[in-house]
């Protein structure tokens, strides 16, 4: 089976930074691509960012992060990071992990179970 495991999250004031990390590991074949998504009491869970696997991946950002979040992949570690720089009390949410993948045994997307990012004065 797959598991993704995220780690990073916490308590940060605002204008503040935290780097997210996220490892995919399991019977993977190959891994198109990963992302995060991110869900706020009480709203639906939307896309952060998303990265393509490859030599050149290619990168989707939500127009709320674009110019303060970084996403990056590890392609030989199936490991996506997220550098939040410029945080904003409106960033608090459950960050999740994304990876579209290739297994033994089925082609499809898996999460991770999240991780709590709070900002806060």
């Known amino acids: 089976q797959v598991q993704l495991v995220e780690s990073g999250g916490g308590l940060v004031k605002p204008g503040g930074s935290l780097r997210l990390s996220c490892v995919a590991s399991?019977?993977?074949?190959?891994?198109?691509?990963m992302g995060w998504y991110r869900q706020a009491p009480g709203k639906q869970r939307e896309l952060v960012a998303t990265?393509?696997?490859?030599?050149?991946?290619?990168?989707n950002y939500a127009d709320s992060v674009k110019g303060r979040f970084t996403i990056s992949m590890d392609n030989a570690r199936n490991t996506v990071y997220l550098q939040m720089n410029s945080l904003r009390p409106e960033d608090t949410a459950v960050y999740y992990c994304?990876?579209?993948?290739?297994?033994?045994?089925?082609?499809?997307?898996?999460w991770g179970q999240g991780t709590q990012v709070t900002v806060s004065s």
């Open positions: 990265i393509t696997s490859g030599e050149v991946g290619k990168i």
């Open positions: 994304n990876a579209n993948l290739i297994t033994t045994a089925t082609t499809g997307d898996f």
């Open positions: 399991g019977s993977i074949l190959r891994v198109f691509a």
